[in-house]
């Protein structure tokens, strides 16, 4: 029964079967073709034609299948799955929250105006800030506020000083940095220099002076970085850069390693983004809802984009008027509302302690699974890690032929959401494990005998783990194929 074939909802459709059943119209006079212009009436609509009990059958068994935090284990590193508490949903959908429109006059939504201010006020305190946007949409969309607001200060200053006539265009970046790094360098028309890490998973910084100059417009790096590893040297990276005229841009789309713990601004970054969704507990996945709000010390205030919410006697206004360096909007109105009620919920309900311990066993538990797993499989950087960590299919492959993908869907079967694989890039065979905070000791040794079981798996039968999943609805994609093929509609 399982794993029968789910049909698609209009292969099931039987003609003239309907999922409601509604009274004739009986307004005197009326008829529903005279209210709908004819050209807007269409006769084939090609729609499925089910009872409502086969309607919610078709999508209740379908979304079964699917995987998500709710119903297991999900250590996806970098993108962080935690456990999301059903209450944040709850108060984002207060009818305060979700009643209300952006074109409403200010005196009516005084009471968002306020959340987006104090929550301002609060990323402030825990990032070290001095103020913030919250018009981003996702942590990419973040690094290109950011960006574009990097190249308004470098314009500005250029103008201010003539003697800083040659153009600052180059953005450098570590060799373990998000992919979403270079791309957003490329959007704004800068150009990316990859730096080299060194043996201990930091920016390496002979490799570094040697690529900064008068062309430096700044540097972007996430600390800790993806190898889950804090870099030792960032105040002389950020001193390095500040002496070259650069900025500094803190990628921290995930910081859940050091709430309450270090702040961005205290370490000599000038700009920086967050992500809620992968951070302050408010769900992601497919592709949003998210917000990517983005931070700037006093260099990049001016050109933070409006409006912004400002607070005078005891009311909030929006205002442009007063920032007319800013790059302007990067989002209609003020963002993803909802998920930053969300974030806010969530920062409130732990406060300063609770949200410094969500960073604590964050790392706790990062370094419990890492130190289970390091007999097993080959761990490159072995020193604490941070809220996840890198480890590589490498023995397995070299020995058996069974690479990080394999293992991956090999976890599966196990009933686990496999880790992100493949990135970062500078690790063969990576396989990076985030098992957040809000996992159970329990679930955390189930995990690891999963991991353990399929490296003993690897070495007895390694076409059993080649050939993974066994258990799943769908087996071995051609993922290759799936991602250049695009089938988007049937
Ligand atoms: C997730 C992530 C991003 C991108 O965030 P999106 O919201 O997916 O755009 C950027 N940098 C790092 C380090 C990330 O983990």
């Not at 791309?183 to 998973?201: E, N």
Request: charged share 20%; aromatic share 8%; proline share 6%.
């Amino acid at each position: 029964m399982e794993n029968k074939t789910e049909q698609l909802i209009f292969e099931k459709s039987i003609p003239g079967r309907k999922a409601y059943s509604l009274p004739n119209l009986d307004v005197p006079g009326q008829n529903l073709t005279k209210l709908i212009p004819a050209e807007a009436l269409r006769h084939n609509l090609n729609l499925p034609e089910l009872a409502e009990v086969d309607v919610v059958r078709h999508f209740t068994n379908l979304s079964r299948r699917n995987f998500g935090v709710d119903n297991g284990f999900y250590p996806l590193g970098s993108c962080t799955m935690k456990y999301n508490p059903k209450v944040n949903e709850e108060i984002a959908q207060l009818p305060g929250f979700t009643d209300i429109h952006p074109l409403q006059d200010e005196s009516e939504v005084q009471g968002v105006l306020e959340l987006l201010y104090n929550f301002e006020q609060y990323l402030c305190a825990i990032f070290g800030f001095k103020a913030f946007t919250f018009q981003p949409a996702a942590g990419a969309h973040g690094e290109l506020t950011a960006l574009l607001m990097i190249k308004a200060y470098h314009q500005q200053q250029s103008t201010v000083d003539c003697r800083l006539s040659t153009v600052r265009n180059k953005i450098i970046i570590p060799d373990s940095a998000h992919g979403t790094n270079p791309a957003s360098v490329s959007l704004v028309g800068y150009q990316a220099i990859v730096v080299k890490s060194d043996k201990r998973g930091n920016i390496d910084l002979d490799e570094l002076r040697k690529v900064v100059g008068d062309d430096t417009a700044g540097l972007m790096v996430t600390n800790p970085n993806t190898l889950g590893l804090f870099d030792e040297h960032i105040l002389d990276v950020a001193e390095i850069i500040h002496k070259a005229g650069g900025l500094l841009y803190y990628d921290g789309a995930n910081a859940n390693a050091t709430l309450g713990v270090c702040r961005p601004a205290d370490m000599g970054f000038d700009v920086a983004h967050f992500n809620l969704h992968k951070t302050f507990a408010t769900p992601h996945g497919c592709g949003g809802p998210g917000a990517g709000p983005v931070g700037v010390g006093e260099k990049l205030e001016p050109y933070l984009p409006v409006p912004r919410v400002i607070k005078s006697a005891n009311s909030f206004q929006l205002s442009a008027d007063r920032f007319p360096k800013s790059i302007g909007r990067v989002h209609s109105f003020h963002g993803n509302i909802n998920v930053i009620v969300k974030a806010y919920a969530y920062v409130l309900a732990l406060g300063a302690k609770g949200l410094r311990e969500v960073s604590e066993n964050a790392v706790l538990n990062a370094n419990y699974v890492m130190n289970k797993l390091k007999d097993y499989y080959y761990l490159p950087y072995d020193r604490t890690c941070q809220h996840e960590f890198v480890i590589s299919a490498k023995w397995q492959k070299e020995k058996y032929g069974v690479k990080a993908l394999d293992i991956a869907k090999r976890l599966l079967d196990y009933g686990y959401h496999p880790p992100t694989i493949y990135f970062p890039l500078i690790v063969e065979e990576a396989l990076m494990i985030e098992p957040t905070e809000t996992e159970s000791k329990e679930t955390l040794d189930a995990f690891c005998d999963a991991m353990i079981a399929i490296a003993k798996e690897c070495e007895e039968n390694p076409d059993l783990v080649k050939n993974a999943p066994h258990t799943t609805h769908v087996k071995r994609l051609d993922e290759a194929r799936a991602a250049r093929d695009l089938k988007l509609r049937f």
